[in-house]
């Protein structure tokens, strides 16, 4: 079983930045390829952003890249997203996920490919 836990969402003003985290269970974290996706109202779950195990990898959404920056601590069992310049369309839930297995970047937005998920954390960018 793993369990991961956002936190660091909040409301900031367009332009401002957040930094998310994403605190996994267990001993293996650094086994895991892990993920942030992220849902606004009425609108389909959409990937952002992950990396590999290692943190060497990374792959983002159009939408994020050069904006946000996805990175994680293994030793803290910790998966980080910092958004700089955020504007008012980024608004919504944000979620960590994990994948057990390595995923390939060619398939690395895909949902179905991560096992376990965090409970999400509101991110509300005003104009």
């Known amino acids: 079983q793993v369990q991961l836990v956002e936190s660091g969402g909040g409301l900031v003003q367009a332009g401002g930045s957040l930094r998310l985290s994403c605190a996994a269970s267990g001993r293996t974290f650094s086994s895991y390829f892990m993920g942030w996706f992220r849902q606004a109202p009425g609108k389909e779950r959409e990937f952002v952003a992950a990396l590999s195990r290692s943190g060497g990898s990374t792959y983002y959404a159009d939408s994020v890249r050069g904006r946000f920056t996805i990175s994680r601590d293994n030793a803290k069992n910790t998966l980080y997203l910092q958004m700089n310049s955020l504007k008012p369309e980024d608004t919504a839930v944000y979620y960590c996920?994990?994948?057990?297995?390595?995923?390939?970047?060619?398939?690395?937005?895909?949902?179905?490919?991560?096992?376990?998920w965090g409970q999400g954390t509101q991110v509300t960018v005003s104009s």
């Open positions: 996920a994990a994948a057990l297995t390595p995923v390939a970047t060619r398939v690395a937005t895909r949902a179905d490919l991560y096992a376990y």
